[in-house]
């Protein structure tokens, strides 16, 4: 997870997912995370804000939050219609349908 809130905030959320996460980080920073991983690794970049667009479009693919910001929308491949991230695997099985 990459997040620019606080650490304790991400701390609590990503914890019990047992899940990594990299918290305070400005919208420069989350683009550079994001090309790290994609120098090895298909990158997928979930976000809902302005501050999330930049990483979306560096990702290979850039997934938005239905309820997020214009900019955020705009930018991304894909949106999920809700705000609910269990959407989420059955957008990827149906896009893998589809191909």
Same mark, same amino acid.
Do not use: K
């Given at each position: 997870m990459l997040t620019g809130d606080n650490e304790r905030?991400?701390?609590s959320i990503a914890a019990p997912l047992g899940m990594d996460y990299k918290a305070r980080l400005l919208p420069a920073d989350k683009v550079t995370f994001v090309n790290e991983l994609a120098r090895q690794h298909r990158v997928?970049?979930?976000g809902d @804000?302005?501050?999330d667009a930049p990483a979306m479009k560096a990702a290979n693919i850039g997934?938005?939050?239905g @309820? @997020? +910001?214009d900019v955020a929308l705009? +930018?991304?491949d894909a949106a999920l219609t809700h705000n609910r991230l269990t959407e989420l695997p059955?957008?990827?099985e149906l896009s893998r349908?589809?191909?």
């Open positions: 905030s991400a701390a997928a970049m979930v @804000g302005i501050n997934v938005a939050m @309820g @997020g +910001t705009e +930018t991304a059955a957008m990827i349908a589809t191909l």
